[in-house]
């Protein structure tokens, strides 16, 4: 990539300063670079010469500078961003916006609302911005050794109170219900106007402490939500800046089960979409540390779900069905006369876990049981959830190229073109063009022919 100098070409004090706090060579550097390089698809041929004209101030194209940051982190072992760097240009000043877990609760309101104002404004290096590895990994550690914020109530702005807290909670249940009719792609811009021009102001105003951290709760369920809508529509680097700071939020509120919840349901679901089974299990063992003894059986089947996860994409087939034997007894245990689950964790039932581990078989290459667990997934799923039978008629279908039931699978997957087609979510067409490849060896027989047709028809 050609180099471009930055204005009055002055060294790159910050540049230098991280790379002795890292030990690192110039020519180790641009090892790390390249090979960072090389896992994004590109051909980066940086040496130490390379290294010697960024101190001096010139400032790589394109993609280099984030990719610089990247691998410094990694030798680091935490976040970092473009700027610091000093390889910010005006573009990409905010690039840190939503990566840290704020260890004030004055920097964690700072940090969220400034990301929802980002996203409002449709800041480029948002919605492009790719996921940073290390930057799941931090955040759960920060959340694992710290305890909530030991005072959250104010008292300079607009007075709030419980009314407000139910108003963020009636609005949520309202967009949780329209994303699953309709995807995200509908919902998304409407649940972020929201944050930003109303949630924004009620986390500055003034509130008791019952109150704050009532607040906080609701705010970290639709701030996690906004991430998941990301996800949805094809944003996994936003959506990754999003569960931080739901995360960071749910510190706020005091409610430990829900931030397991973020790092077990969310980020490490993130970790599983971007294939980092290690991260995957890392984060869900996080959660479950961190909430031992704090969280309804229902919670903890959750948790081993999403850990099983990780094990059966690193094909660690005994680990996982000891896991997944973990899952299946903690659900076995709740009690749903009880009342003890929060809403959260209300929808995992015994289909939602049939619906996790058919994945689990599927990516271990086990199609009967995939394909079992599957069925029972979907015998679960009211008509409502819309995108979520989508999804599971595909699981279903890729079970049954498994299984060479070609002309089967195909007919499953047209019933799954009809629903995806009737929601807009970057997962649901993510899913039926993994299945469409799944199907490429067969393509001379006719099902295979109509299937590719009906999906290029939709693509249309």
């Known amino acids: 990539m050609a ?17 002795q706090e890292a030990a690192c060579s110039n020519a180790g550097l641009a090892r790390r670079v390249n090979m960072v390089g090389t896992e994004r698809g590109l051909d980066l041929r940086y040496d130490k010469t390379s290294v010697a004209r960024w101190l001096r101030g010139q400032q790589p194209r394109g993609r280099a500078p984030g990719i610089i940051a990247e691998a410094l982190g990694r030798k680091l072992g ?26 004030t609760l004055l920097g964690a309101i700072e940090q969220v609302s400034e990301l929802w104002r980002s996203d409002v404004g449709r800041r480029d290096l948002l919605a492009g911005s790719a996921v940073a590895a290390s930057a799941m990994v931090e955040p759960s550690r920060d959340w694992l050794i710290t305890g909530p914020d030991p005072q959250v109530a104010r008292t300079a702005g607009a007075r709030v109170g419980m009314p407000d807290v139910e108003a963020v909670r009636a609005m949520t249940a309202a967009l949780v219900d329209l994303d699953h009719r309709f995807g995200s792609g ?36 639709l701030t996690e939500l906004a991430g998941y809508m990301a996800v949805d529509t094809g944003q996994p680097g936003l959506a990754q800046r999003y569960y931080i700071q739901a995360l960071r939020l749910a510190q706020a509120a005091g409610d430990r089960a829900y931030g397991g919840y973020v790092l077990a349901a969310s980020m490490s679901h993130l970790a599983a979409q971007l294939g980092n089974p290690r991260e995957i299990a890392q984060l869900a063992r996080a959660a479950q540390e961190g909430t031992r003894g704090r969280v309804t059986p229902r ?13 059966a994409l690193m094909g660690d087939a005994r680990t996982f069905q000891v896991v997944a034997a973990r899952a299946t007894a903690a659900l ?3 009690d749903p006369d009880t009342g003890d689950d929060p809403a959260w964790i209300a929808h995992f039932d015994t289909g939602y876990l049939a619906d996790e581990l058919a994945h689990c078989h599927r990516d271990l290459g086990q199609a009967e049981p995939a394909a079992r667990r599957a069925k029972e997934a979907l015998a679960a799923l009211p008509d ?12 279903l279908a890729t079970a049954q190229v498994q299984q060479r039931e070609v002309e089967e699978a195909c007919h499953t997957g047209l019933r799954a073109v009809e629903l995806l087609s009737t929601v807009r979510s970057s997962r649901g067409s993510e899913y039926l063009d993994d299945l469409q490849q799944r199907l490429q060896p067969y393509g001379n027989e006719p099902a295979v022919r109509e299937f590719g047709a009906r999906l290029e028809l939709q693509a249309a």
């Open 332 to 334: 076995d245990r709740t």
């Open 3 to 19: 180099a471009r100098p930055l204005v009055a070409r002055q060294p790159n004090e910050r540049l230098q300063t991280l790379i």
């Open 78 to 103: 935490r976040t970092v961003t473009i700027d610091e760097i000093g390889m910010a240009d005006g573009k990409n000043l905010a690039s840190g916006v939503g990566l840290r877990f704020a260890p």
């Open 384 to 395: 409502s959830r819309t995108r979520r039978r989508g999804i599971g008629l595909v699981l």
């Open 186 to 221: 509908h919902v998304r811009p409407v649940l972020v106007h929201y944050l930003n021009s109303v949630v924004s102001g009620l986390l500055s105003g003034a509130y008791r402490e019952s109150v704050g951290r009532q607040l906080f709760g609701a705010v970290a369920r």
């Open 299 to 311: 919670a903890e089947a959750m948790f081993h779900a999403a850990e099983a996860r990780g094990h």
